[in-house]
């Protein structure tokens, strides 16, 4: 995972999330859904 995973949640930055979660909402998630399953396949 890049270390740069980030919401937008920078002032002046809400429109520019990183493509994992771009690609997460286009699939309807959300940030917080994305981070559960990235958690669940944790070893």
Partial sequence: M???MTGANCPGQEQQ???TITAARAG???FIHLLQAIS???W
Avoid: E, I, Q, R
Wanted: aromatic content about 8%; glycine content about 8%; charged content about 25%.
């Fill in 40 to 42: 669940a396949t944790a």
């Fill in 28 to 30: 309807g998630w959300d």
């Fill in 17 to 19: 999330d990183c493509l």
């Fill in 2 to 4: 890049k270390p740069n």
